[in-house]
């Protein structure tokens, strides 16, 4: 989508449900938190990359703190017509907090990761937004240059993962907040 504004048609249909799918009432707040949570777990990621840099584990651990919250705020207001994913999405996302919470690191980074992918790749079918063909690969490969131990790459894969984040958000941020008439 670049600099290009998506049309008021493929808008439109974008937010009404296909046949036979219902959702909850969707209001405009719900879209700002949504954005704004997404807008966290990218200062998150960044600021994770620049824990491991400097090093500092209380900004690490603040950053895991804020990329869990976050990632888990984002799949509650996540908009998405088949229950099943939003499902699917929130449950990755309590896998993150649950991998949180008993420091489990496999655990938290994998539910981030993979919740947070899911929503990339959503808003690229639904919106075209370039970032968002790309968070799911840079996800993938955060993932197993962090399982493998390949420290340098893990840094700059989390970096970027913030920067794409940001530019999707972006992109994101010319669409007026949707709204949904359950």
């Known amino acids: 989508m670049g600099g290009k504004t998506i049309s008021r048609q493929r808008l439109v249909e974008h937010l009404t449900p296909p046949a036979g799918a219902s959702v909850p009432p969707?209001?405009?707040?719900?879209?700002?938190?949504?954005?704004?949570?997404l807008w966290a777990l990218s200062g998150s990621l960044l600021?994770?990359?620049?824990?491991?840099?400097?090093?500092s584990r209380a900004l690490a651990e603040a950053a895991a703190a804020g990329a869990t919250l976050a990632n888990l705020a984002a799949s509650w207001t996540f908009?998405?017509?088949?229950p099943s994913w939003r499902w699917a999405v929130r449950s990755l996302a309590w896998a993150g907090l649950m991998g949180w919470a008993f420091s489990l690191p496999i655990l938290l980074w994998g539910g981030i990761l993979t919740a947070s992918a899911v929503m990339a790749a959503k808003e690229h079918h639904c919106f075209r937004f370039w970032p968002g063909r790309w968070i799911p690969w840079m996800s993938l490969a955060t993932g197993v240059a962090w399982l493998v131990h390949l420290s340098a790459?893990?840094?700059?894969?989390?970096?970027v993962l913030g920067m794409l984040w940001a530019v999707l958000l972006w992109q994101r941020s010319k669409l007026p907040l949707f709204t949904v008439d359950g």
């Open 26 to 37: 969707y209001p405009a707040a719900r879209d700002l938190a949504y954005r704004a949570s």
């Open 47 to 55: 600021a994770l990359a620049a824990a491991m840099v400097i090093p």
């Open 79 to 82: 908009l998405v017509w088949m």
């Open 153 to 159: 790459a893990v840094i700059v894969l989390f970096g």
